[in-house]
């Protein structure tokens, strides 16, 4: 009996090693998914042996005993901010694009190549697991706020408009001490450019949800009475002096009346079309683009535009896996947006978000929430193939984590967006990829048990499983992680308070009013 079980072990691997090779062989896998393994590839290749792990081990090591900080100001500093991107989707990402170049766990993606990394507390001001306002308002203005606010301090309570008003309460953006510095800013998003991360650059609110003055004005607050985001984008201090906005949000700035070319309604009650006014106030000082379509991205002239304004969708723009010609990727922008902002020869700041990561996981979506991440990898690999590591810091982070896991022991090899293992308590398969909270939860069935994912789970919009039931998967709250390379990265080691980023950003790029490089090297 033994001896035919281990027969028939070793006759099944064999087997599986065999067929794996072929595929891999033959197939190059894309990372939408469509060829990807079925579950239960193993023995992709033979096991590494002691002379592999040693060798590469000694390599790693060299590097580490080679690397040396860059004691130099940052001239640029682009700051890329994955929203919801746990490590654990990272992790699955780094996975997801092996599968494709046939590294598989072995993977190295972009910014693992940077030379420094930190752990990051994301706790809000009044929650144990922030939102993504108040951990912008944190890891961009230096100072913690209550959940759901933007840029303002403890002394302005979510909804109070009186308190948003008192400019004593605002906390100010790194984004603010470059353009008071005289160097270029830009901000780009693949979400609504008033959504709560781009926001955290030029916006003080008490309420992120307040994007333009039909927002407030459907929840019953005097919409004349404070100005809502899209307005201080348009109008603000800080807003106004942003040279380089992309992302999606059309309908935020325009009125009600208005079709846009999409044939989309604009979504504001005061009649002001916000897109109209930034061009003419842009045109009065300087070569000045708007555009809204990928294609006029790919044709810009982007070495005679001093102001873009790109805004893809009218509401936040498509996921990677619907797609959509007319958006452009995030490296797309990611790459006019730095060469609009070197045209400053005095430096700039760019802040980048992948923020459909982080709406792919609130659906539980985990193949889309991986595309997104890939994506947003592509963007860092060109930023940091764009740039100088002798003058432009570069950090990559999350504002919070999402409850998602890569769970089961599956073979190495084994599709990351499949089926990794089996319960031993119902004896049914379940995927690598699961959840805390969300809307994949299912309910069991007529036997009592839970539903078998192996018939479903290869649809690209499958709702991984999880445990509690939840419109909307809630963020989750254990540290992120931050990688940094340029002047001044090593300042990101060890564990920070995400308030810390700013501090150390502004010292390494002279600006703001607190310690600074330049003062303390006169
Ligand atoms: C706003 O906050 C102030 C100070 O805490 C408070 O006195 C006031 O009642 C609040 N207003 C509203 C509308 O909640
Ligand atoms: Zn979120």
Known sequence: M???????????????YVEARSAKEHEHHNVLG???????????RTYEDASYWNSNMQKDLRDQLNKSPIIKQAKNIIFFLGDGTSIST???????????????EEEVMAYENFPYSTLIKTYSLDKQVTDSAASATAYLTGVKGFQRTI??????????????LNPEYHSHSILKNFQDAGRSTGVVTVTRVTHASPAGNYAHTANRDWENDADMNDEGYDSDACDDVAEQLVLGDTGSKIKVIMGGGREKFEPKDL???????GDRDDGKNLIDTWRTEKEALGNTEYIWHRDELLNLDTSN???????????HMSWEIEGDESNPSLAEMTKAAIEVLSNDDNGYYLFVEGGNIDRAHHQNE??????????????????????????TLIIVTADHSHSFVINGYADRGTDILGIGDQSDIDGLPFTTLLYANGPGYSKKNNNGQRPDPTPVYNNPHYKYDSAVPMDSAHHAGEDVILYARGPHAHLFTGIHENAYIPHALRYAACVGDGLQFCDANK
């Open 90 to 104: 990272l992790t699955a990402a780094r996975i997801l694009k092996g599968q494709s170049t046939g590294n598989y």
């Open 151 to 164: 840029g303002v301090d403890s002394n302005v309570p979510r909804y109070n408009c009186t308190q948003m």
């Open 2 to 16: 033994k001896a035919a079980l281990i027969f028939l072990i070793i006759f099944t691997t064999t087997a599986i």
């Open 34 to 44: 469509h060829d990807r393994p079925e579950g239960g590839i193993n023995n992709i």
């Open 305 to 315: 535009t001093e102001y873009l304004m790109g805004l893809f969708d009218d509401d």
């Open 366 to 391: 985990a193949h889309a929430a991986m595309l997104e991440a890939l994506a947003f990898e592509e963007a860092i690999a060109l930023a940091d193939s764009m740039t100088s590591v002798e003058d």
């Open 259 to 265: 079709v846009d070319p999409e044939g989309h309604h």
